[in-house]
T-cell receptor, first 111, second 114 residues
Framework: GAGVSQSPSNKVTEKGKDVELRCDPISGHTALYWYRQSLGQGLEFLIY????????KSGLPSDRFSAERTGGSVSTLTIQRTQQEDSAVYLCASSSGDTQYFGPGTRLTVL | AQSVSQHNHHVILSEAASLELGCNYSYGGTVNLFWYVQYPGQHLQLLLK??????LVKGIKGFEAEFIKSKFSFNLRKPSVQWSDTAEYFC????????????FGTGTQLKVEL
């Protein structure tokens, strides 16, 4: 079946611009996660949505980062006023239980 | 906060050699443990997982891992590696200390030479 999909696959932006990254989870999965993979920091948790509950935002590195999940399905991660240190691969995962399935990621480059 | 340590950052092996990658976690309560693999140019894939029961778990492609609670360890093993096992391997944990979110180790880059 279809896995987790993310778009765009690559995004190059200028410092100070806003970006939106999209995640389409596996159909029927109630939980959705965002992680960031960067050199020197490894894989870091950002935010977690579970059904209609309030999201766990404990991993967001600053208030420039936000995410929403509409209709319990698609999610958008927004980074405002991007900085060079935001350059990373942003990964989305979804699950219906304890196992998370990852998408291919969006590689963000901030010039 | 939960933390995960992977002791080997880069490992180079010849084909048919045995593999063991170390993983230790910090939280002492009930946890779920995972090994994920990322092949070159591909996304993270689940290799195996441990939730409860038999502490020796078997995954895909001949990999296995052993959960040793007293050592807070979940080491990954394979008796005989292949060139196609060249990839980055990540140990991860979730559990009551961190909820459902995964805490990852820094990863081990494995290169298998012919």
């Amino acid at each position: 079946g279809a896995g987790v999909s993310q778009s765009p696959s690559n995004k190059v932006t200028e410092k100070g611009k806003d970006v939106e990254l999209r995640c389409d989870p596996i159909s029927g999965h109630t939980a959705l996660y965002w992680y960031r993979q960067s050199l020197g920091q490894g894989l870091e948790f950002l935010i977690y949505f579970q059904g209609n509950s309030a999201p766990d935002k404990s991993g967001l590195p600053s208030d420039r980062f936000s995410a929403e999940r509409t209709g319990g399905s698609v999610s958008t991660l927004t980074i405002q006023r991007t900085q060079q240190e935001d350059s990373a691969v942003y990964l989305c995962a979804s699950s219906s239980g304890d196992t998370q399935y990852f998408g291919p990621g969006t590689r963000l480059t901030v010039l | 906060a939960q933390s995960v340590s992977q002791h080997n950052h880069h490992v180079i092996l010849s084909e048919a050699a045995s593999l063991e990658l170390g993983c230790n976690y910090s939280y002492g309560g009930t946890v779920n443990l995972f090994w994920y693999v990322q092949y070159p140019g591909q996304h993270l894939q689940l290799l195996l997982k441990y939730f409860s029961g038999d502490p020796l778990v078997k995954g895909i492609k001949g990999f296995e891992a052993e959960f040793i609670k007293s050592k807070f360890s979940f080491n990954l093993r394979k008796p005989s590696v292949q060139w196609s096992d060249t990839a980055e391997y990540f140990c991860a944990v979730n559990g009551p200390g961190g909820g459902n979110k995964l805490t990852f180790g820094t990863g081990t880059q494995l290169k298998v030479e012919l």
